[in-house]
């Protein structure tokens, strides 16, 4: 079949099983369909998908018809001359015409977001909807903002400057020299109390405070220990293992020794050598006991 022919099957087909369709003039002007059927969502063959993105376009086209009529007549307002008495049912049919009409206005005043809404949802292969398109545009008109967590930009930004003014006060007093609590706190800014307990949970600041004769309160900085909390320098190691891995590897390595002398021993007669070797399982009896006092 002839591609321009397979085209007009599929908007004809279509088009008959649309309810709306009959509103428009362009049910009949199966060129136009196939203009727009090229330039939005080409390569579509799912009848349901191309009725579906048809009905939204029909949606959108009243939209501009209506738009159209009211800028002819200069709007649709009435005065109060022309109200007459309707009836209860008129007036529910009249207020449904009324909102469908709303939405197609809205359809047709983002026109470029419907047919990327029409796009999308036939790539993916579901069937685009008038609601759908509508939810669409009124997300793209009125975008909701993230709504921010309460409260926790704002603390955060106090925690961090309580902290930097901890640090500056601490730079001020850090020399060892033992200082009055009046000294110290014209120099950090706070109660000696309050700077002390801040100051106390920090690994590489040493804090100590005497009461007599007067009460004063010195700060030591150990420096490297300093650089290595704060990444400045890297942690030493030994052998690209850490400290409790060495211990644990050189226990293992005494207690494999110390076997193998105690087994040589047992093997050979008494002489000079046994009693070096006796020594020797004495000396590592002894740091084997050492190594058990280190805290894991």
């Given at each position: 079949?002839?591609?321009?022919?397979?085209?007009?099957?599929?908007?004809?087909t279509?088009?008959?099983?649309?309810q709306?369709?009959?509103?428009?003039?362009?049910?009949?002007?199966?060129?136009?369909?196939?203009?727009?059927?090229?330039?939005?969502?080409?390569?579509?063959?799912?009848?349901?998908v191309?009725?579906?993105?048809?009905?939204v376009?029909?949606?959108k086209?009243?939209?501009?018809?209506?738009?159209?009529?009211?800028?002819?007549?200069?709007?649709?307002?009435?005065?109060?001359?022309?109200?007459?008495?309707?009836?209860?049912?008129?007036?529910?049919?009249?207020?449904?015409?009324?909102?469908?009409?709303?939405?197609?206005?809205?359809?047709?005043?983002?026109?470029?977001?419907?047919?990327?809404?029409?796009?999308?949802?036939?790539k993916?292969?579901?069937?685009p909807?008038?609601?759908?398109?509508?939810?669409?545009?009124?997300?793209g008109?009125?975008?909701?903002?993230?709504?921010?967590?309460?409260?926790?930009s704002g603390?955060?930004?106090?925690?961090?400057?309580?902290?930097?003014?901890?640090?500056?006060?601490?730079?001020?007093?850090?020399?060892?020299?033992?200082r009055?609590?009046?000294?110290?706190?014209?120099?950090?800014?706070?109660?000696?109390d309050?700077?002390?307990?801040?100051?106390?949970?920090?690994?590489?600041?040493?804090?100590?405070?005497?009461?007599?004769?007067t009460?004063?309160?010195?700060?030591?900085?150990d420096?490297?220990?300093?650089?290595?909390c704060?990444g400045?320098?890297?942690?030493?190691?030994?052998?690209?293992?850490?400290?409790?891995?060495?211990?644990?590897?050189?226990?293992a390595?005494?207690?494999?020794?110390?076997?193998?002398?105690?087994?040589?021993?047992?093997?050979?007669?008494?002489?000079?050598?046994?009693?070096?070797?006796?020594?020797?399982?004495?000396?590592?009896?002894?740091?084997?006991?050492?190594?058990?006092?280190?805290?894991?």
């Open positions: 079949m002839d591609p321009h022919d397979q085209k007009r099957l599929l908007i004809e279509a088009l008959s099983k649309l709306d369709a009959q509103d428009l003039d362009e049910r009949h002007s199966l060129k136009d369909w196939i203009a727009w059927y090229d330039a939005t969502i080409p390569l579509v063959t799912e009848i349901k191309i009725a579906g993105a048809m009905e376009e029909l949606a086209r009243r939209g501009m018809r209506l738009i159209t009529e009211g800028e002819q007549r200069g709007g649709d307002h009435k005065s109060a001359s022309h109200k007459i008495k309707v009836s209860p049912g008129d007036t529910l049919i009249s207020h449904a015409e009324k909102l469908a009409r709303s939405r197609d206005r809205a359809l047709a005043g983002h026109p470029a977001a419907v047919d990327a809404y029409v796009q999308t949802e036939a993916a292969g579901r069937v909807t008038r609601k759908g398109a509508l939810r669409h545009v009124q997300r008109a009125s975008p909701k903002k993230a709504a921010p967590k309460p409260g926790w603390g955060q930004a106090r925690i961090e400057d309580h902290h930097q003014r901890i640090l500056v006060g601490l730079e001020k007093t850090a020399d060892g020299q033992p009055s609590d009046r000294e110290l706190q014209r120099l950090v800014g706070c109660a000696p309050d700077f002390i307990r801040f100051v106390r949970f920090i690994p590489w600041v040493t804090v100590t405070r005497t009461h007599a004769p009460t004063s309160t010195m700060f030591t900085i420096q490297e220990f300093r650089d290595i704060e400045r320098v890297s942690r030493p190691a030994l052998d690209g293992r850490s400290l409790r891995d060495f211990l644990r590897h050189l226990r390595e005494i207690i494999r020794r110390r076997k193998e002398n105690n087994d040589e021993r047992r093997r050979v007669r008494w002489n000079s050598d046994a009693v070096m070797s006796r020594e020797q399982t004495d000396l590592l009896n002894w740091i084997e006991t050492e190594l058990d006092r280190v805290p894991a």
